[in-house]
């Protein structure tokens, strides 16, 4: 059992392990293993074959993540598996007093996360839910200018999100085409979560859904008008299915798997000024005595530090398992965020804006 306010490891070190290591376990896992804060104590995986991965990491392998914990000392666990195993695996670990990464979404109905949720306080356990791009120093960055008022106030965003996912992403994972996978509860979750935290939060949802291209029982274009409760608008437009530049992991550089891209993918208008992102150019008129649109317009680079997105997110887990810090984003924001996202999926079922 963990002790809260504690890493019970060497020199402090918090005990973790990780459960799932397909295609963001893995990335975890090789964080896990060279990260000071933490000891990695064990990777379990349902199939066998990640044997070779916990091996090539120096840490120990399961099958099973109950033997797992019957047998390890652990403080926390790092939980990536498929969307719909969260609240089982999730309350298991809960009721081993094991503090939780959980990937995102928390769960996939708001009944669940409720209950993993009550688990976790029930246990007297922490959750980071995984919107790992609250660690990202552009968002960061955009965040700062947009909170600090450096735009004015914020009147719309325009987000695009298009990113050609292979045949062989739904076949290695094929609950990725039934219900609870699909690029709602996958991607675009990341998108209204960026818009949460970056603007404020979100009032209203209006989605357009199509699967017309691939044909899977889940989405493969989304479309979303969002209002937010200051009275600002935001537009989605996200696809899975067709070429472009216009990603947010592809222009961010985040995660390696990805094959880098140039260009802007939101552009956050404000009263005094605009920004893109991820280029964090600000457009903005420099002579107050000549604002309009017939008059020249000024930009302005703003800047980010440099940092590990996922790595920061780890760091902050194993702060959050030893009582340092509050959760950057807890069981309760991860719902918050599902919440949203269930009403652009709602939405797009059933053809009408839903309120949040
Ligand atoms: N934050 C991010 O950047 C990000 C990116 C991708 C996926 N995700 C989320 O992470 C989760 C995993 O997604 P993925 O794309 O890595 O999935 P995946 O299908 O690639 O990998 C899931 C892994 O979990 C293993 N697994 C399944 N059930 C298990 C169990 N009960 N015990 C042990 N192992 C089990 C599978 O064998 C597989 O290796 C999803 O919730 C997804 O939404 C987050």
């Known amino acids: 059992m963990s002790k809260q306010g504690s890493g019970s490891g060497k020199g402090g070190k918090v005990r973790l392990a990780s459960i799932g290591a397909g295609m963001i376990g893995a990335v975890h896992a090789r964080i896990l293993a060279r990260l000071d804060e933490c000891e990695y104590v064990a990777l379990c995986d349902g199939d066998a074959a990640k044997e070779k991965m916990a091996a090539e990491l120096g840490t120990k392998y399961y099958r099973d993540a109950r033997e797992m914990m019957d047998r390890e000392k652990l403080d926390g666990v790092i939980i990536a598996v498929p969307n719909e195993m969260h609240e089982a695996v999730g309350t298991e670990c809960a009721n081993r007093g094991l503090h939780l990464f959980m990937e995102k979404p928390i769960a996939t109905t708001l009944e669940s996360a409720d209950r993993l949720i009550a688990s976790a306080r029930k246990n007297d356990v922490r959750i980071l839910c995984g919107h790992h791009r609250r660690f990202n120093p552009l968002i960061n960055a955009a965040r700062d200018a947009i909170r600090s008022g450096e735009l004015g106030n914020l009147v719309g965003v325009s987000v695009l999100w298009c990113m050609y996912k292979p045949s062989e992403y739904f076949v290695v994972g094929d609950w990725?085409?039934?219900?609870?996978?699909?690029?709602?509860?996958?991607?675009?979750?990341?998108?209204?979560?960026?818009?949460r935290y970056v603007c404020g939060e979100i009032s209203r949802v209006y989605a357009e859904v199509s699967n017309t291209t691939r044909g899977f029982e889940v989405?493969?274009?989304?479309?979303?008008?969002?209002?937010?409760?200051?009275?600002?608008?935001?537009?989605?437009?996200?696809s899975d299915t067709a070429p472009s530049l216009w990603g947010y992991e592809c222009t961010t550089?985040?995660?390696?798997?990805?094959?880098?891209?140039?260009?802007?993918?939101?552009h956050y208008l404000g009263t005094?000024?605009?920004?893109?992102?991820?280029?964090l150019v600000k457009v903005h008129y420099a002579d107050p005595a000549k604002v309009g649109w017939q008059h020249p317009i000024s930009t302005t680079q703003l800047t980010a530090p440099k940092h590990d997105t996922y790595v920061e997110q780890m760091r902050h887990f194993c702060r959050v398992v030893k009582g340092e810090e509050e959760p950057r984003t807890s069981g309760e924001d991860g719902r918050r965020t599902l919440?949203?996202?269930m009403a652009v999926a709602e939405s797009g079922r059933t053809n009408r804006p839903i309120d949040v």
């Open 176 to 195: 990725r085409r039934r219900k609870g996978g699909g690029p709602i509860l996958i991607n675009t979750i990341h998108e209204i979560d960026n818009l």
């Open 219 to 238: 989405e493969d274009t989304v479309s979303v008008s969002v209002r937010f409760k200051d009275g600002a608008l935001a537009s989605i437009l996200m």
């Open 253 to 266: 550089g985040e995660n390696p798997f990805f094959y880098p891209t140039k260009g802007d993918i939101y």
């Open 272 to 279: 005094k000024a605009s920004l893109t992102f991820p280029g």
């Open 339 to 341: 919440e949203v996202i």
